[in-house]
């Protein structure tokens, strides 16, 4: 439930002379945070009274919002007993990671097409070098593990930024909305003496190919290297999810408690 307790909540968010339309939006955006961070967990019931006590807001924003987020995929509505947090499947999960991974290859193919100005390839090398920094140090401390999702993020940005796409960039920001899909989703595997270093360092060898690639306008080249890369994140996913459904630690992930726990799919309860 959002509250002092959650990072995004702001008492009296509804200020003064603020439109109708100005406090759904804040709200839509208060409420999608609290969602992927992990605030509610899956088929979790979302009160109206009680969000608009917690944001100081009406029902009637805070249904607009609810609603705004129904279109999003993050909550479903029920005749007569209102508005809940989704329960996503690990397939689900897994596809929509392979979906992402399409589109960032056409986004590689665009970039090399248009050609990446010296600027842009820096900006690229400079990741990559942060990157290499935080492998040679390891994960044990959770200020690197933080930095490398910070940095993945940067990189598949960036991506998106040089394809020149705005139809693309749509397309990314509306998938990262379903947990473990953003490529800052990183886990890792906290009981593994690595904490997934050789995992992680295989992705990133990855990205040294991709950079490459757009360097040299491989366009074909840079695309099937962007579905593999899709490909490998999505086979990372699924074992860190069932590692952690066997026991094991994992770091703590946005939106990861919106994965349905069972293995066929459902909630073992």
Known sequence: MIGAGWP????GTAKEGQSMATQVERATQLLREAVQSGAY???????EMHLAEDLGMSRTVIRAALSALEL????????NRGFRTRRFTLDEVADSIILRGEVEAIAARYACERGLSEEDLQRFETVLDEMAAILDC??????????WMELVAKFHDLLVECSGSS?????????KRI???????VMFDLSSEDYSLGRIRTT????QQIVEALRLRQAGRASALMI??????????RESVEAMRSGREMSPTPGLGLIAQGKDGQDPR
């Open 204 to 207: 990133f060898e990855m990205r």
């Open 41 to 47: 967990g899956a088929d979790e019931k979302l009160a």
């Open 167 to 175: 139809a693309i960039r749509y397309s990314i920001d509306h998938l």
């Open 228 to 237: 593999a890369y899709a490909y490998q994140a999505c086979n990372n996913k």
């Open 72 to 79: 999003e995929g993050l909550v479903t509505r029920t005749p």
């Open 138 to 147: 390891g994960f044990f401390e959770v200020e690197h593990r933080l930095k």
């Open 179 to 185: 947990p473990l899909v953003a490529p800052y989703s």
């Open 8 to 11: 995004g909540w702001q008492p």
